[in-house]
């Protein structure tokens, strides 16, 4: 009778333990990954804000520089096409970058005072995103080192719990981004 108590209470107490192995191993799983959910949230709202932004700025540049301008038209279309969020921060920057030379070439815009609030949300909205792109950053690398331990890294997979490229050297490794949009 001793002994089938003991061994009893010692299968009890070894779950236990693996119980509270996996839900503190889980926790700490799901505490990043909401983190990286988060920003990948933030990121997505700022690139639909530079997005409406660029948009709006379209009939002041035009008509202070009279010249109708190709970017706009390549926003649009990759804008209705199915691209990841990482190639439109690309493009939503080459034509940030765009719009602060075309500010330099044509002083009369510059002075304007709706160009100038643009800019001022441009420069805003680039503070944001990249403070997400960060913190995306800094999350999925301790997400990362907990997926790559023996035992995170089971409750991740039981869990379906990925790791995920870093958001600015996706095309460097050239790995799936899809995981990014989820």
């Known amino acids: 009778m001793n002994a089938t108590l003991i061994i009893i209470v010692t299968i009890a107490v070894i779950i236990v333990v693996i119980s509270c192995i996996y839900i503190y191993n889980l926790s700490r ?45 390549e926003l649009e279309t990759i804008k209705n ?31 304007k005072k709706d160009f100038k609030e643009l800019v001022r949300k441009l420069n805003e909205s680039d503070t944001k995103i990249t403070a997400a792109k960060s913190y995306y950053n800094k999350n999925n690398d301790f997400l990362v080192g907990l997926l790559k331990k023996f035992i995170p890294g089971f409750v991740g997979k039981v869990n379906n719990i990925k790791i995920l490229p870093f958001y600015d050297t996706v095309e460097l490794f050239e790995e799936d981004v899809k995981d990014i949009e989820e």
């Open 29 to 73: 799983l799901k505490f990043y990954k909401s983190r990286v959910d988060s920003s990948i949230i933030v990121i997505n709202e700022e690139l639909e804000n530079r997005y409406k932004l660029i948009q709006d700025s379209k009939t002041s540049v035009e008509k202070s520089t009279k010249k109708d301008l190709d970017f706009y038209k």
């Open 81 to 111: 096409t199915n691209i990841t969020s990482y190639e439109l921060d690309r493009k939503i920057t080459e034509a940030i970058n765009t719009l602060y030379l075309i500010k330099n070439d044509f002083p009369k815009l510059a002075d």
